[in-house]
């Protein structure tokens, strides 16, 4: 591996606050996308949202720059407002809070808007609930301007009733009855005698406290864990519920027999709630990190088919038939392969192969399933096979990752046969030596209730926690907690290239160019680039500050594989490739090919060149240091991609890559091939596309950096924001230091353990010492923890 340059000096984004090394020495923000949102709260008297800001949000990049279409909402604000015509509302998925800063902004945005009433954002489940005055709040108006801030607006979904929501209600309840099980369970421990007139009172208001919080929250365990031996899994549930149903059960029995040394209702309680307190830190820090994104399906439900006769019809894909004839318009995504007809159509098979030029396809040609059609005018093509057996539906199938955790179980399994073991030993021994039942039966359950995970139910989700937390000031967010577990068999990191290794843009190398246009240039080029999906087009938008807009641009033409003409009166404009003075093609006639870049392209009035552009692809910022970082810690690196193999190589050469470890041209398949048969079982895939996906469900571990194209940030363990890499060395950093934490939490168990059961069998435990030694070492494991993970 060749030496990297020494890098430049980081600096902080003036609007996201997100360290980034700067090209020039003036350069102020990470991304084009932050500057024009930086210029637009500072234009709008907005500069509140800086002061409201806490460190560091997510960077903006192209969010304002994308066409999006925001047809679904139409018939969500009318069905909303025929439900409730007095005072419509709606919820709808919010993408890109990150802190009370983009709320604040948010609102005063809303408030602004004609017609608003009231409006809830809510940044823990990734939602806003809006309340406006019929027939006069423009919805789709508000979510394009959300658009231009950064923040994107989503259909409302099912999966924001989750786990942690559900656990609030328990836990707050049983912490109000362990409260009171402790309140009326300590005059017995303060020598309250059988005589006293409120003593019978005070032992049934503990008895019915704790069976309260064994019915809301012991249950929840109970459930989980007779379900998970059900599916033949041993859950950290099962002796949680365990020790919780010993507990009670016994403290039941001595309560009605008279046996104080049998009853632990309060300790039952309090280890309920303490379980619970575990068990909803972990699952909120896991969904704070899901809830950031929207969760759209990308998949194609219809397609709009040929009847005959002139007709059209709305059918849904499983209905496509081989040889049916379907059309597609600007931005559509072709979802079977199928041939094309008619003219020539120009295609983006960046998210599908990973190539990075968009392809331009004559009539006949195949066009593979998932292709992004990039042209203007709407066009036909004719189905080859049927949505069924579709590539694009294979590569769009959600698969979930194991949540086993073989390591766990065979730890539970070694602890509940020692801890059962010892029990049925220890009250047996006593019985055989002539104690008596009672005495037997306290050994027995003492054993059982203080071996119970206190510590570990609290102090493993802490642990996860916190190197959730402080992952995500690095900027990498971990949306699934079996990763942890994974992470440390980790010994190859696959890449992508096109969108992961290098950004999703080309870069305009030239940006003097733009600069030296004036006004009516700037406009007509910000004209023939406005609705444009090519690559070239939307770094211009960025580099131009042109936010995403409604509708269509009716007289921009496009000659496939040359470029865009617009006539304005008598002047024509145009861009395209180099060479091309932006004369009319005759049909038929093949664009010849470009010499040099292929994103290279000319602006010209009335065929004089006023400006030539020249791109580059770009990798991201940090990836030659990170790629480095990696190499040091022994890991075995190799990019996959569906580009051309030069380009590759050239890529590989630029981040000081041996050439071999890099293979181009390759399918979806053939990467999921080469995961299977090189890294089974030890890879982490990085990725960004369709192209990826076969990939992800091969691998052991998956992340994505890019989290607005609606597939594999479904998919991932992890995602990042940002445009560089910096986050993959700090992953496997803070994952080693939480599998520490973890031992030495593990190790402290073992040794309390093994003291409290030695305790129990020499008859000396009793509730009080149960009820004082439990907290305390619940204590110690969180102090353990919070020493490994909590320092910087």
């Not at 907005?46 to 903006?60: I, T």
């Not at 954002?121 to 990734?126: E, F, L």
């Not at 069924?388 to 766990?408: F, H, K, V």
């Not at 090189?678 to 091969?698: E, K, Q, T, V």
Request: neutral net charge.
């Amino acid at each position: 591996m060749t030496d990297t340059p020494p890098a430049s000096p980081t600096r902080e984004c003036a609007h996201c606050g997100t360290p980034f090394r700067p090209h020039r020495a003036d350069e102020q923000y990470c991304c084009k996308g932050c500057e024009f949102v930086h210029g637009l709260i500072e234009g709008q008297g907005l500069d509140q949202f800086y002061q409201l800001r806490r460190g560091a949000s997510d960077p903006v990049k192209g969010v304002p720059f994308q066409p999006r279409d925001y047809a679904w909402l139409t018939p969500l604000v009318a069905e909303a407002e025929e439900t409730n015509p007095e005072a419509p509302s709606l919820v709808l998925d919010l993408q890109g809070i990150s802190c009370i800063g983009c709320v604040w902004l948010i609102d005063k945005l809303f408030d602004r808007q004609r017609g608003a009433r009231e409006i809830e954002v809510n940044a823990q489940r990734g939602q806003m609930l809006l309340s406006w005055r019929r027939g006069e709040f423009d919805a789709v108006g508000f979510a394009r301007e959300l658009q231009q801030f950064g923040y994107l607006a989503g259909p409302p979904t099912a999966r924001r009733g989750q786990e942690s929501h559900r656990l609030t209600s328990r836990l707050g309840l049983c912490g109000a009855f362990a409260l009171n099980a402790m309140m009326f369970t300590l005059p017995r421990y303060l020598g309250m005698e059988d005589d006293f007139p409120l003593a019978r009172w005070l032992d049934l208001l503990t008895v019915l406290f704790a069976t309260l919080c064994l019915a809301t929250g012991g249950t929840y365990f109970i459930t989980r864990a007779v379900a998970a031996l059900r599916r033949g899994v041993l859950h950290i549930d099962l002796p949680i519920a365990l020790g919780v149903t010993v507990a009670y059960v016994g403290s039941l029995a001595g309560w009605l027999a008279g046996a104080e040394n049998l009853v632990y209702f309060d300790f039952v309680a309090v280890f309920i709630f303490l379980m619970l307190l575990g068990r909803w830190t972990q699952e909120y820090a896991l969904e704070k990190n899901r809830n950031r994104l929207l969760s759209a399906d990308h998949r194609p439900e219809t397609v709009t088919v040929d009847t005959g006769g002139g007709e059209r019809a709305t059918e849904r894909l499983e209905r496509l038939k081989a040889g049916q004839r379907f059309f597609a318009a600007s931005g559509g995504l072709v979802p079977v392969c199928a041939r094309l007809e008619g003219g020539e159509a120009t295609f983006s098979l960046e998210w599908i192969n990973g190539e990075s030029e968009p392809r331009t396809l004559k009539p006949g040609q195949l066009v593979p399933a998932g292709a992004l059609y990039s042209g203007v005018s709407e066009i036909s093509l004719q189905a080859e096979e049927t949505w069924n057996d579709s590539l694009l539906r294979r590569l769009l199938t959600l698969t979930q990752t194991s949540g086993r955790n073989a390591t766990l179980e065979r730890i539970l399994k070694v602890y509940l046969i020692a801890v059962l073991a010892l029990a049925v030993l220890g009250g047996a021994g006593w019985a055989l030596a002539g104690a008596g039942v009672l005495a037997a039966l306290q050994v027995f359950i003492s054993v059982l209730v203080v071996s119970c995970p206190c510590a570990l139910g609290v102090a493993y989700p802490l642990a996860g926690e916190l190197a959730v937390a402080r992952l995500r000031r690095a900027g990498v967010f971990v949306r699934e907690e079996t990763l942890w577990t994974r992470l440390g068999r980790v010994r190859h990191i696959l890449f992508d290239k096109t969108g992961t290794l290098t950004l999703e843009s080309p870069r305009l190398r030239n940006p003097e160019a733009l600069a030296a246009l004036d006004a009516t240039a700037r406009a007509a080029l910000a004209h023939l680039i406005e609705r444009s999906l090519h690559p070239v087009s939307r770094a211009l938008r960025e580099h131009l500050g042109i936010a995403s807009a409604p509708g269509t641009v009716d007289d921009v033409v496009e000659h496939v594989g040359y470029g865009m003409v617009w006539l304005e009166g008598d002047t024509r404009w145009s861009l395209g490739r180099p060479g091309w003075s932006g004369e009319a093609v005759h049909p038929g006639e093949a664009a010849p090919d470009a010499a040099g870049n292929a994103f290279d392209c000319e602006l010209r009035r009335d065929g004089a060149v006023l400006a030539a552009f020249a791109f580059e692809e770009e990798a991201r910022p940090d990836a030659a240091e990170e790629i480095a970082a990696l190499v040091r810690h022994g890991f075995q690196l190799h990019v996959l991609s569906g580009d051309r193999p030069a380009k590759v190589a050239a890529l590989m050469a630029k981040l000081g890559l041996p050439a071999d470890d890099g293979l181009g041209g390759l399918t979806p398949q053939q990467k999921a091939d080469w995961v299977e048969q090189n890294a089974p079982g030890s890879a982490l895939m990085l990725g960004d596309g369709a192209n990826d996906s076969l990939a992800f469900d091969a691998a052991l571990c998956r992340g994505t950096p890019v989290v607005d194209k609606g597939l594999l940030e479904q998919k991932a363990d992890f995602y990042l924001v940002g445009r560089s890499l910096r986050g993959l060395v700090r992953l496997f950093d803070i994952g080693r230091r939480r599998q520490l934490a973890v031992r030495r939490v593990f190790a402290f168990a073992i040794l309390y353990n093994l003291l409290a059961v030695l305790v129990c069998l020499t008859g000396l435990m009793n509730p009080l010492i149960a009820a004082i030694i439990m907290p305390l070492s619940s204590l110690v494991t969180l102090g353990i923890v919070g020493l490994k993970l909590g320092r910087g």
